[in-house]
Structure formats: structure tokens, C-alpha cells
């Protein structure tokens, strides 16, 4: 596993490389308090009571941005018929009312899986997602402008287009601290067997994409994998769960001279399709916290004591059993109520559900509720 040469040093803001016209939503001065919990005034809809007006396919990816006085939730999810489908939440009004589909990338053919960031490009900070394509063939990026509503670009290939499937499950993607700028941190399974490991060097005027850097080939195939970067370590290492057939394994990655990986270390089983994971502000150090759907429908959470010296996992807290299969959940920690609730993207039978969980004392999981535009 190679990954020699990287910088670690602390994080400077830079002039932006790449920029674009037109118009859109405008990042607002986050001059307002907190927001108190509104979310009684949200209509909940049933099932059979929903007409979505663009079906999705694969995992959804879910963010809090930094658009809006409050931080708008953005989300991105694959469509049956091709290209991505990408929605938002007005957080600043009391209904929060989604807006979209916004429609792109339908040059790139059927997408099974994405991961979305905001990075530090653009006078707004753009909107950033790393894709795979059907049959794990290609790995590529899109990019939105933040000055324009309809302003996405891509896909640019992070790895070249293959004849023969390559990966195997959903690419993970965070903004890194690793470097000045913060690079872009991906990792994806493998058909073969284990990860490809690229970062994308952001202090590199080319913003060139490195790797691809296999590691744990021998533990097997995974299928889905979820990636954060932690407060430990220094700067802090990465630390991915993956899931192979019903069961979920924990890696982690410290950096050296070059990237250290250690795993797999296996904490649950009965699982299906693609977990998320986060470190919360709950705890002093900062829980772990970690969503999966389960193999016998519903949702199960979990969450790792990172104040507890032998980092032990607890669960699985079962909720949302009435809504059969889901393929996959995006997780995040949202700035509603204190510390902040967890909130929680869904992909059931092609509809988008989302649920919250609020911050104490009750911690109960709330939902769930489905998008509707």
C-alpha cells in the first residue's frame, strides 16, 4: 500500500481553481441562532400515498451544506433510467420543503453507487461526488457550481473506463485534512477482492487523482463501504466499515510515510445493502454512530464508545421494521436541537424516506417520512 510523498500539514483557505457562471442559491451570512426542532409541521405521507416524481435506484448521499443561513440538506441519488437525480432542503422555512429532482449526468450511463462532499472550490464551495458505473466499470466525478442551480459538471474519469468489471460496491469519498488545501480521499471495493484507495491532491494546480493503492486483498469481497476521518491519530485516521454478504467489518487507516491500513475486524452480521457511518459530538471523544439496513428489513443503528478504552460497539437498535427492504442509507449529524439530531436518507423500493433521531434525552428514531416535490 503506497501513498508516499503526502503532506499533513494544517489546512489553509487558498484562491479557488475552478469557478463558473450563472446563477443560483447564494451562501447567506450564517447570522442566526440555532434552530429549534420544527419538524411537527412536516406532512408525513404513507406509502401507498406517494408518487415520486422521479424514481431513485442505488443509495442516496446526504450532506448539510453550508448554503442558506441554517445549512440547506443537499442530496444526490442514482436514477433507474441512468444519471443522477439531486435534491435539496430549504432548512430557513418552517415547512423545510424539498426542492428537485434536478437531473444530470445521464452521459454517464446507470449509476449504482455515489458519495457526496462540499469541498472549497468555487466563491460558494462547490458541491463534489465521486460515482460508480453499472458493472463497476468506471470510476468518475462530477462537480456542481455553486453559482448556478442547474451547474453540474462531469463525469471526469478518476480511473480509466474498463472492459472487465473492477469494483465491486460504492465508492466512499470525505474531504480529508491531509495537505494544505485538504484533499479528496476516496475508497472503493473491489471485484477482486479487498479496496482501491485514490486521493485526489488538491494543492496540485492539475488536481490530480493518485492511485489507485490496494490494500486488505486478502479479506475477502466487499460490497458497500462507508469512510470517515477521526479525531485519532494525527491528523486523524481514516476508518471505513464495509459490508460483505450480511455481515459488517471495521478497517482503519493511519498515515505515515505512507498509508497504514489495519482490518478486518468483524462486529455484526444479518445486514444488507449500504451503511453510513459518522463521528457524532455525542461522548467526549465522539461516538461513532452507524446505520445499515438489515437483511430482514428495517434499519438497525449502532454506535462505537469512543470514551471507552476497549472502543466497544453496541447494538443493533432496531427501528423503521415496517417498511421492508431498504438498499441503502446516507447518515449525518444536522446542526437541529443539541449537540444535534442524527438524520438519516433511506433508499426503499425506489422512494426516499428520511428519518431523524433527536439529541436526548429520549434519543428516539423518528419516521419515516417520504420526499415528495
Not at 33 to 50: F, L, Q, S
Not at 54 to 78: D, H, I, K, M, R
Not at 323 to 352: D, W
Request: charged residues 20%; aromatic residues 12%.
Amino acid at each position: 500500500m503506497q501513498g508516499k510523498g503526502r503532506k499533513t500539514a494544517s489546512r489553509q483557505k487558498e484562491p479557488s481553481l475552478s469557478t463558473g457562471a450563472g446563477r443560483g442559491r447564494p451562501r447567506k451570512e450564517k447570522d442566526v441562532a440555532k434552530p429549534e426542532e420544527t419538524r411537527g409541521k412536516i406532512e408525513v405521507k404513507k406509502m401507498e400515498d406517494i408518487a415520486l416524481s422521479s424514481p431513485a435506484s442505488g443509495s442516496p448521499s446526504l450532506l448539510q451544506s453550508n448554503y442558506g443561513n441554517l445549512g440547506n440538506f443537499e442530496l444526490v441519488v442514482p436514477m433507474p433510467a441512468g444519471g443522477l437525480a439531486y435534491y435539496w432542503r430549504n432548512n430557513d422555512v418552517d415547512k423545510l420543503p424539498w426542492e428537485g429532482p434536478i437531473k444530470f449526468g445521464a452521459d454517464a450511463g446507470q449509476i449504482t453507487g455515489v458519495s457526496l462532499i462540499q469541498g472549497d472550490f468555487g466563491p460558494h464551495d462547490n458541491l463534489e461526488l465521486a460515482a460508480t458505473g453499472l458493472g463497476g466499470h468506471s470510476l468518475m466525478h462530477f462537480w456542481r457550481d455553486s453559482e448556478s442551480l442547474l451547474g453540474w459538471y462531469g463525469p471526469n474519469p478518476i480511473s480509466e473506463k474498463s472492459l472487465v468489471p473492477v469494483f465491486s460496491g460504492n465508492p466512499a469519498m470525505i474531504r480529508s485534512r491531509f495537505g494544505c488545501r485538504g484533499n479528496f480521499d476516496l475508497v472503493v471495493p473491489l471485484v477482486t477482492g479487498g479496496f482501491a484507495y485514490y486521493w485526489r491532491d488538491n494543492d496540485d494546480s492539475n488536481l490530480r487523482w493518485c492511485g489507485p493503492f490496494n490494500f486488505a486483498t486478502d479479506a475477502g469481497i466487499y460490497d458497500a463501504v462507508t469512510m470517515i476521518q477521526s479525531n485519532f491519530g494525527n491528523p486523524g485516521n481514516l476508518e471505513i466499515v464495509a459490508r460483505s454478504g450480511d455481515s459488517l467489518a471495521f478497517f482503519w487507516g493511519e498515515m505515515g510515510e505512507e498509508m497504514i491500513w489495519h482490518g478486518p475486524e468483524t462486529f455484526a452480521t444479518g445486514v444488507s445493502g449500504t451503511p453510513s457511518m459518522i463521528q457524532s459530538t455525542f461522548g467526549q471523544k465522539g461516538n461513532f454512530e452507524l446505520v445499515v439496513p438489515m437483511a430482514s428489513g428495517g434499519l438497525a443503528y449502532y454506535w462505537r464508545d469512543n470514551d471507552d478504552e476497549h472502543l466497544h460497539w453496541y447494538g443493533p437498535f432496531m427501528f423503521g421494521m415496517n417498511m421492508g427492504k431498504v438498499k441503502g442509507v446516507s447518515l449525518i449529524q444536522s446542526n437541529f436541537g443539541t449537540p444535534g439530531h442524527l438524520e438519516l436518507a433511506a433508499q426503499v423500493e425506489g422512494h426516499l424516506a428520511f428519518f431523524w433521531r433527536d439529541s436526548g434525552p429520549d434519543f428516539r428514531w423518528n419516521g419515516p417520512q417520504y420526499l415528495t416535490v
